[in-house]
T-cell receptor, first 114, second 116 residues
Framework: DTGVSQNPRHKITKRGQNVTFRCDPI?????LYWYRQTLGQGPEFLTY????????KSRLLSDRFSAERPKGSFSTLEIQRTEQGDSAMYLC????????????FGPGTRLTVT | AQKITQTQPGMFVQEKEAVTLDCTYD???????LFWYKQPSSGEMIFLIY??????QNATEGRYSLNFQKARKSANLVISASQLGDSAMYFC?????????????FGTGTRLTIIP
């Protein structure tokens, strides 16, 4: 059983460009979460999905951010017109809703906006 | 709103000694869960232990135990017989029934360094 995977692991982009990250959860995990972690801080919740339905979005998720989980399996997080303040680690997690409480995290995608 | 406070930015502990990492929380929701995660330098968050607000006994998982003191709103992590591989960032987190027991609210973390 493989863990949560995220691609790419690192992304460097210029301000104003669009970027897209992918998350593949543990198979059969129906809940999927996105968090953002800046240097020296704990992760902050962005959004989560139950299968393909996006059930909650944080106020941190501005109009430039969009997340999808089209078939209830992998998810993508897109940031349009990136800003330097978007530089952070983007973490994905998953869990089985009917199972235990813990969320299983992927290795993250580190975004650097220059 | 819920809040997690971790007041120890860094700790140095001799190998094989026990270590306690502090965590206090604030919520008005009577139903909540408390978590500890470990984040090595590789970046991945590793789940360690969970405590539910209605659990009567303190949670234990191998060398990890959670010292849950409800009246004090504290959920300290105790690591027994520390090992060099325990060197990492440690985050305390909480979810509440009001948030659907879904989104985790994290503290700022404690960097633990084990000295050989």
């Amino acid at each position: 059983d493989t863990g949560v995977s995220q691609n790419p692991r690192h992304k460097i982009t210029k301000r104003g460009q669009n970027v897209t990250f992918r998350c593949d959860p543990i198979s059969e995990h129906n809940r999927l979460y996105w968090y953002r972690q800046t240097l020296g801080q704990g992760p902050e919740f962005l959004t989560y999905f139950q299968n393909e339905a996006q059930l909650e979005k944080s106020r941190l998720l501005s109009d430039r951010f969009s997340a999808e989980r089209p078939k209830g399996s992998f998810s993508t997080l897109e940031i349009q017109r990136t800003e330097q303040g978007d530089s952070a680690m983007y973490l994905c997690a998953s869990r089985i809703w009917e199972g235990g409480h813990e969320q299983y995290f992927g290795p993250g995608t580190r975004l650097t906006v220059t | 709103a819920q809040k997690i406070t971790q007041t120890q930015p860094g700790m140095f502990v001799q190998e094989k000694e026990a270590v306690t990492l502090d965590c206090t929380y604030d919520t008005s929701d009577p139903s909540y869960g408390l978590f500890w995660y470990k984040q090595p330098s590789s970046g991945e968050m590793i789940f360690l232990i969970y405590q539910g607000s209605y659990d009567q006994q303190n949670a234990t998982e191998g060398r990890y135990s959670l010292n849950f003191q409800k009246a004090r709103k504290s959920a300290n992590l105790v690591i027994s017989a520390s090992q060099l591989g325990d060197s990492a960032m440690y985050f305390c987190a909480m979810s509440t029934a009001r948030s659907g027991n879904e989104k985790l609210t994290f503290g700022t973390g404690t960097r633990l360094t084990i000295i050989p």
